[in-house]
């Protein structure tokens, strides 16, 4: 079972990983995991766990971290919320501390104060200065929390003091309170423009009733209920426009930028803008299901799914401290009782700068940002990743599987020749197929109906097995409608088909009535526009292995493959054999990652089997569900460009633990030789988290086209 909570207030991303760790210790706690851009955390509890201690639990420990933090149940604030800044009197107040400081610094520095006065006035200025890091040092402590950021700082500027480097220890807390004043804007920067690009959680309907419009909340809307979306309002819920032709802006939920048409009976999406006319829509879902729903929950959840090196570095980090503060211990004794020399004091300067340097910070912070950076550009794009685990695996991938229908193709099939057999008129057998296809979803199906135009009825019961065709019982009649391999279960033999077939390419619909074979419909399917474009972008993101898999026939499946340029086709499939053949492709990977990319029409489950499923937003449910990356726009060029966030974030994150371990490795060595000053230990520690942010906020930018 899984207990959801907003956390309000959440500003400090090691504060959330901490929270995460505290709640997975508690009893009957599987997992617990925080979201920082959207301060959500998902605690899974155990079956038959006491929930309403957990939740106890879990305030407690959130409160023992981060005092602030109010825990909402479900799902409620969070992403949509407007961000909580500190409040104005605390800023205020914060800003007049830090220029008091700040001023009896300088006026320590420049003024040459005897002895006695010099110490007052650093002390002063130090209390200012970093009074409040002392206070929620000790604080801390007291809850057992040593190895916390504001104790080092405060043990490094004290032991500074002590040893009578009063300057240098006042600008240990000057620099360290400026640094993350900085770094805590940054954050939230970086923040709010990434969920104002997520906020398309409408706020109201307008709900017909009568001739008059009552304002609603878009939950209360029920499918069935018309509603009325004024220029400029977001579309609440799913529907079918009834009134009106309008233009939308879908670019929220698409990154589409030319804006699309709606007009009677067309279908709308809510999370676009509603730009130029009135719309009536009659609504077909209800907002738990309608696709801005959906896509905020995505959203919001992505955080959850965290990328290896973000767990790398929460496991680095609860190590890292610890060892470094050991060896500023050793290196303040050791030295002055071995070395014949050596004073105490100069070693304990050198052991000071151990401590500052100490906090991994920089990683704590950035790497996290780094992925939902990531997530959050590729979103503005459409494309919806499910979790930084995902981004990660991207990286890796270099096979991509594609489906054809609907996936590389446009799924929308036109009857292109209706060949009946000997005693069978063209307008019969095209009304039979129909009244067989006229339940099915298929888009093979829907070519049919359309093209029969006229209702059918009659029709009794009917199956449709899934990569073969449809079974029903028509006025009494037997029809099977399918592929060969459908022929087969009716009972038609081979030969009987290959006599009719003729030199028409495209996709053949057989069918057969009452067991003896009537005719067959061939219908035809065009590669999307952007398909040739997507596989030479694939190859140019260094995709190695491009494959198709399609349960359509040998003939079809290998013209879409030559006209592509793909490396690799395979016809004929069954839903199952899809997935069989996933997993000896992905056998032969050799560490790789695999791609697979479908519609979800009959392959939801290879979807779900592979390595990263991708699924076209105009797909099935199902789909939306067992893909890890949805792709809104149904464009499969946008895997490239999802190919491309990925490396960019992966990039990022990699140059931020770089610099800042080699940072701080050049410090902690010139550190040890006492080369290295505090000051330039300040900068190792917030310096390099400041930079690390500013470069984690590239990941959210889009990447250019090529690299
Ligand atoms: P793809 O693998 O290309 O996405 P599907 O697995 O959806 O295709 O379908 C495979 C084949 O099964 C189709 O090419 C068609 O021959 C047959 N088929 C599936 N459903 C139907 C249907 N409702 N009517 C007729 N033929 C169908
Ligand atoms: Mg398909």
């Known amino acids: 079972m899984e207990m959801r909570f907003a956390l309000e207030g959440l500003c400090c991303p090691a504060c959330a990983a901490g929270i995460e760790q505290g709640i997975r210790k508690l009893d009957g706690v599987d997992d617990a995991a925080v979201n920082f851009s959207a301060r959500k955390l998902v605690i899974t509890v155990k079956e038959n766990a006491n929930s309403g201690r957990i939740k106890k639990g879990a305030a407690k420990v959130i409160r023992g971290i981060e005092r602030n933090v109010i ?7 969070g992403t949509g919320a407007k961000l909580k800044r500190r409040p104005v009197p605390e800023r205020v107040f914060f800003l007049a501390a830090m220029g008091t400081g700040a001023a ?15 110490f007052a006035v650093f002390a002063a200025s130090y209390l200012f200065a970093g009074g409040d890091v002392l206070l929620h040092a000790l604080k801390n402590i007291l809850r057992g929390r040593v190895f916390d950021e504001n104790f080092l700082m405060a043990a490094a500027s004290l032991g500074a ?4 480097e009063y300057p240098e220890g006042v600008a240990v807390m000057l620099f360290y309170q400026t ?6 804007l940054a954050v939230n920067r970086s923040r709010s423009s990434i969920t104002a690009l997520m906020d398309i959680r409408p706020e109201f309907a307008n709900l017909r009733e009568g001739d008059g419009l009552r304002k609603v909340s878009p939950e209360t809307v029920r499918p069935g209920d018309l509603i009325v979306v004024r220029p400029g309002e977001r579309i609440p819920l799913d529907g079918v426009v009834t009134s009106g032709c309008s233009a939308l802006d879908t670019s929220a939920l698409t990154g589409e930028s030319l804006p699309r048409e709606a007009e009677p009976g067309g279908e709308v999406l809510s999370g676009a803008i509603n730009m130029s006319a009135l719309l009536e829509i009659r609504v077909t879902r209800e907002f738990g299901e309608s696709t801005v729903s959906k896509i905020l929950a995505l959203v919001e959840n992505a955080g959850l799914r965290k990328a290896p090196v973000e767990n790398f570095i929460t496991t680095f980090a609860r190590y890292y401290t610890p060892a470094v503060v050991a060896a500023a211990a050793l290196l303040a004794v050791l030295p002055p009782l071995l070395l014949p020399d050596a004073l105490f004091a100069d070693w304990l300067h050198r052991a000071l700068v151990f401590l500052v340097v100490s906090c ?4 704590v912070i950035s790497v996290p940002l780094s ?6 550009g590729a979103s503005r794009q459409g494309i919806l990743v499910k979790g930084g685990n995902y981004l990660e695996a991207l990286t890796r991938a270099d096979t991509v599987v594609f489906d054809k229908t609907g996936t590389l193709t446009r799924g929308v099939f036109t009857v292109s020749a209706v060949v009946p057999r000997e005693g069978w008129k063209d307008e019969d057998l095209l009304s039979v197929a129909a009244a067989a296809e006229s339940n099915s979803t298929h888009p093979i199906a829907r070519s049919i109906v359309d093209a029969y135009g006229e209702k059918t009825d009659g029709i009794r019961s009917c199956r449709e097995t899934a990569g073969k065709g ?3 019982e028509v006025s009494g009649r037997v029809v099977f409608a399918g592929n060969a391999r459908l022929m087969e279960e009716a009972g038609i033999d081979a030969e009987t088909l290959k006599a009719l077939e003729g030199p028409k390419g495209g996709t053949l619909v057989h069918i057969a009535v009452d067991g003896t074979y009537a005719g067959y419909i061939a219908v035809s399917d065009e590669p999307k526009p952007g398909s040739k474009a997507a596989v030479a972008g694939l190859r140019a993101a260094g995709i190695k292995r491009i494959v198709m898999l399609t349960g359509d026939n040998r003939v079809e499946g290998e013209r879409i493959g030559r006209e592509l340029g793909l490396d690799e086709v395979y016809s004929e499939l069954l839903p199952h054999q899809k997935v069989e053949w996933l997993e000896r492709l992905e056998a032969e990977e050799h560490g790789k990652k695999l791609i697979f990319a479908g519609d979800g029409i009959n392959d939801a489950p290879a979807l779900a089997r592979s390595d990263i499923g991708i699924a076209m937003g105009a797909g099935s449910d199902a789909a939306i569900e067992a893909a890890d990356i949805v792709l809104m726009t149904d464009e499969p060029s946008k895997i490239a460009a999802a190919l491309r966030v990925a490396k960019r974030t992966h990039g990022i994150v990699w140059q931020n633990i770089i610099f800042a371990l080699g940072v701080k490795a050049v410090i902690l060595v010139l550190g040890a030789l006492g080369i290295a000053t505090m000051w330039s230990a300040v900068f190792g520690d917030v310096g390099v988290a400041l930079i690390a942010v500013f470069n984690a906020m590239r990941a959210q930018r889009l990447p250019a086209r090529g690299t």
């Open 179 to 184: 640094g993350e004043a900085f770094q805590r």
């Open 470 to 472: 449809i079974r029903a």
């Open 104 to 118: 009896l610094f300088i006026a320590g520095l420049v003024f040459d104060f005897p002895p006695p006065w010099r």
């Open 71 to 77: 825990m909402v149940p479900g799902d409620k604030g």
């Open 360 to 363: 991994p910070c920089a990683l």
């Open 161 to 164: 003091f002590a040893i009578g």
């Open 371 to 376: 992925f939902f950076g990531g997530i959050g």
